[in-house]
């Protein structure tokens, strides 16, 4: 039972590169989110999927999209990478739509330059 | 929107030392959840706990939501205690917004 598992843990873009954050959970949870976490502001959401089909926005989407591919995963795309996306992204999955127990991924740090 | 203070900010201990963790939040909430940032950056579940009080070995929360406040409790504190504590809460009636801490940097030495 591997929980949420996040690929890849660690990269590196270019400004203007794009590039896919993957997320799968094995736990068959309904909800599932996209945090960024930058130095010294704790953790701020950027989209989330209450369920397999959906999709809102969180607190910081511009500059990404996403897609619930199926229950289990769930990608986030940045189209066109800037410095200001530089930091590391968590992605969470809970039971139910609504903060119910969170389980998180390990993190991807990304490094635009 | 609700505000989520967290204090102390830092805190350096010996090992061996007890501490309390403190978490105040604005308003009322729905839910709560301690995590544990450890030094590879890693968000480890410590208490889901949106009222009273759950122990796991060395630590125990409890969460007050009439006062509007959570303690994070840890006992004969360990090196791998180290990291960040963040308390994270769920908004009455706003489901969908979560608000995180700005988190308690522990450092605790041999």
């Known amino acids: 039972n591997a929980g949420v598992t996040q690929t890849p843990k660690f990269q590196v873009l270019k400004t203007g590169q794009s590039m896919t954050l993957q997320c799968a959970q094995d736990?068959?949870?309904?909800?599932m989110y996209w945090y960024r976490q930058d130095p010294g502001m704790g953790l701020r959401l950027i989209y989330y999927?209450?369920?397999?089909?959906?999709?809102d926005k969180g607190e910081v989407p511009n500059g990404y999209n996403v897609s619930r591919l199926n229950k289990r995963e769930f990608s986030l795309r940045l189209e066109s990478a800037a410095p200001s996306q530089t930091s590391v992204y968590f992605c969470?999955?809970?039971?139910?739509?609504?903060?119910?127990?969170?389980?998180f991924g390990q993190g991807t740090r990304l490094t635009v330059v | 929107g609700i505000q989520v203070e967290q204090s102390p900010p830092d805190l350096i201990l010996q090992e061996g030392a007890n501490s309390t963790l403190r978490c105040n939040f604005s308003d009322s909430v729905n839910n709560l959840q301690w995590f544990h940032q450890n030094p590879w950056g890693q968000l480890i579940n410590l208490f889901y706990?949106?009222?009273g009080t759950k122990q796991n070995g060395r630590l125990s929360a409890t969460t007050v939501a009439t006062e509007r406040y959570s303690l994070l409790y840890i006992s004969s504190s360990q090196t791998t205690d180290s990291g960040v504590y963040f308390c994270?809460?769920?908004?009455?009636?706003?489901?969908?917004?979560?608000?995180f801490g700005t988190g308690t940097k522990l450092q605790v030495i041999p």
């Open positions: 994270a809460v769920v908004e009455s009636g706003g489901y969908q917004k979560v608000t």
């Open positions: 736990m068959n949870h309904n909800s």
């Open positions: 706990i949106p009222s």
């Open positions: 999927s209450a369920s397999e089909g959906t999709t």
């Open positions: 969470a999955s809970m039971v139910r739509e609504g903060w119910t127990e969170a389980f």
